[in-house]
């Protein structure tokens, strides 16, 4: 059974800090996501990396996939109010390849002003 | 572009009552998905519909969810009896051909008294 892990699960930090959010599985992945969920919404894709060490940047975010294609991060610049939410890591193109994903268990961020 | 639409919104009900959600997708996307998504969880995979054929079920809980999209564009996933630990988000989610961005819906909030 393919499962990410994601750490920390709570996040509560000043406006200006920086963070980095972890996701971590066994399993090969050939693709992770990175949502954003707001309370009362359902999640919004933020990136896609699809190559082992990529880096990609999203104005203060930065995510990178792990060179085994089995971990990922999300580091924000800066935290502001408005990144408050729940991140969540997603792994896809497992054997079957239905374009199903599988989800870690999110990471509540709040960043206080 | 319309997004994925849900109704209702929000959902209480008694255990044993029966209920249904209804999720209309992004126009012309072939795969739709429901998720099931516990309060402090990321999203879970109920059953993905190519069209209106089933791509996977494997974690619906087939003795009392059923789900069904009949001319391949909205679909309803219906619970009957309810338990109390089905007290969840149900998220829709739709992508072009399955291998793509998926699309979240806002979701419904079902408490199960």
């Known amino acids: 059974t393919q499962l990410l892990e994601q750490s920390p699960q709570f996040l509560s930090i000043q406006e200006g800090e920086n963070l980095t959010v972890y996701c971590n599985s066994s399993s090969v992945f050939s693709s992770l996501q990175w949502y954003r969920q707001e309370p009362g919404e359902g999640p919004v894709l933020l990136v896609t990396v699809v190559t082992g060490g990529e880096v990609k940047k999203l104005k203060r975010l930065t995510f990178q996939f792990g060179d085994a294609r089995k971990d990922s991060s999300l580091h924000i610049t800066a935290a502001q109010p408005g990144d408050t939410g729940l991140y969540l890591c997603?792994?896809?193109?497992?054997?079957?390849?239905?374009?199903?994903?599988?989800f870690g268990q999110g990471t509540t961020l709040q960043v206080k002003p | 572009e319309a997004g994925v639409a849900q109704s209702p919104r929000y959902k209480i009900i008694e255990k044993r009552q029966s209920v249904a959600f209804w999720c209309n997708p992004i126009s012309g996307h072939a795969t739709l998905y429901w998720y099931q998504q516990i309060l402090g969880q990321g999203p879970k995979l109920l059953i993905q519909f190519q069209n209106n054929g089933v791509v996977d079920d494997s974690q619906l809980p087939k003795d009392r969810f059923s789900a069904e999209r009949l001319k391949g564009v909205d679909s309803t996933l219906k619970i009957q009896p309810a338990k109390l630990e089905d007290s969840a988000v149900y998220l829709c989610?739709?992508?072009?051909?399955?291998?793509?961005?998926?699309?979240f819906g806002p979701g419904t909030r079902l408490l199960v008294l």
């Open positions: 989610a739709s992508s072009p051909t399955g291998k793509e961005t998926q699309y």
């Open positions: 997603a792994g896809g193109g497992g054997s079957s390849n239905t374009g199903k994903l599988i």
